[in-house]
């Protein structure tokens, strides 16, 4: 999807290649279940092919603004593969501090690694891509269980990776010691409330809360578009010295995609929206980490908001590194759902304020 389209040619390509989409209660009510083994998931280990065109713009109806809310637009990339099982990337880790080393999963329970390469400061590619399926404790891929593959969530604690997988609502865990990607998962013991979460609306952001912050050792874990009685977003506190249940204000009838922690405290929300009308919205939202806990209602303000006038697509991961001069910069990834509508784009903005 282009963000060059117009608003109607949008709403067409929306009906045709969106219905996968997590967007709308309308999507989630209608979705049919996929099969048992996903169409485009790997099944085996393999050195894949990744192009990448640059975005000089965010805003291609105003060059001249870098300025978003809060952030500061750097660099993006449109990716593309002649690999079929790449795409529908829903969670995004970096694995050093440098922000070049990531780790990738796509929604069809398939891992990805691979290198940022930067010239000037601005990506310019992808280097040494792998793709590799997600195993269970047998070693064989997870996507032969039934249901066992929409893998939404991703968060890291050293060499631990947990993953949430949103339609059956459990959490595993692999030790990426124990040979990376080819690490065998374990299902982690999880409260009730969150294996009860609705079909297709359950877990959409994880984050690892370290040592030296309010809840360390905590993972934290949040619905997509699981309500409490008020209709507030449900999040979970698993682990660590408080666990429970919170919920997260929900305005203007947002969902959860995806969240990051910041070494100030601050746990940025990455939220989209979806409508027939007006197309896809994008926001991020900031909530002090120490505001969390059992029983909580926690709210914070929007730090950046982009629409289809952007260069955005279904924003479905985010991470952040500091840079060695100081910045804080924040990398988003879109979910194309395979979609030949829809774009898988990387996307990298410094944190201005």
């Known amino acids: 999807m282009s963000t060059h389209s117009s608003r109607r040619s949008f ?18 009510a209608q979705a049919a279940p996929k099969p048992a083994q996903p169409e485009h998931a790997v099944t085996a280990p393999a050195a894949i092919e990744v192009n ?38 829903s969670g995004f880790r970096f694995l050093d501090d440098k922000g070049e080393h990531f780790l990738a999963l796509s929604d069809q329970g398939s891992w990805f690694t691979g290198r940022i390469r930067y010239a000037g400061g601005k990506m310019v590619g ?24 929409d893998t939404e969530s991703l968060a890291r604690d050293g060499s631990l990776v947990y993953v949430g997988l949103e339609r059956v609502n459990q959490i595993m ?13 374990e299902v982690l ?45 449900i ?17 203007d009838q947002q969902f959860i995609s995806d969240a990051v922690l910041l070494p100030s405290g601050e746990l940025l929300i990455l939220e989209r929206k979806f409508s027939w009308f007006t197309g896809i919205d994008i926001r991020i939202r900031s909530i002090p980490l120490k505001t ?46 395979f979609s030949l509508l829809q774009r898988t784009l990387l996307l990298q903005f410094t944190l201005a304020e």
């Open 235 to 251: 999040g979970f506190l698993i682990g660590g010295p408080t666990p429970g249940q919170f919920s997260i204000h929900r305005t």
């Open 52 to 89: 990448s065109r640059p975005i000089p713009d965010f805003e291609p109806r105003d060059r001249s603004r870098t300025r978003f809310g809060s952030l500061q637009y750097r660099s993006g990339l449109v990716l593309t593969s002649p690999h079929r099982g790449f795409g529908g990337l």
């Open 292 to 337: 969390i806990a059992p029983g909580a209602l926690v709210d914070g303000p929007v730090l950046f908001h982009a629409d289809l006038g952007h260069e955005v697509d279904n924003m479905e991961g985010i991470d952040a590194h500091v840079t060695a001069e100081g910045e804080t910069v924040l990398t988003m990834v879109s979910d194309d759902n």
């Open 173 to 185: 865990r692999f030790d990426f010691a124990k040979g990376g990607t080819r690490a065998r998962g």
């Open 126 to 149: 992808l280097d040494d891509v792998e793709a590799a399926p997600m195993l269970n404790a047998e070693g064989r891929p997870i996507t032969e269980k039934r249901l066992w593959y």
């Open 189 to 233: 013991p999880t409260p009730g409330a969150l294996r009860k979460l609705p079909y297709n609306k359950g877990l959409e952001a994880l984050v690892f809360v370290p040592k030296g912050q309010p809840l360390a050792d905590t993972l934290i874990a949040m619905s997509e578009g699981g309500f409490d009685a008020d209709g507030n977003l």
């Open 11 to 28: 709403i067409g390509h929306a009906a045709a290649g969106f219905s996968t989409l997590a967007l709308s209660p309308y999507a989630h």
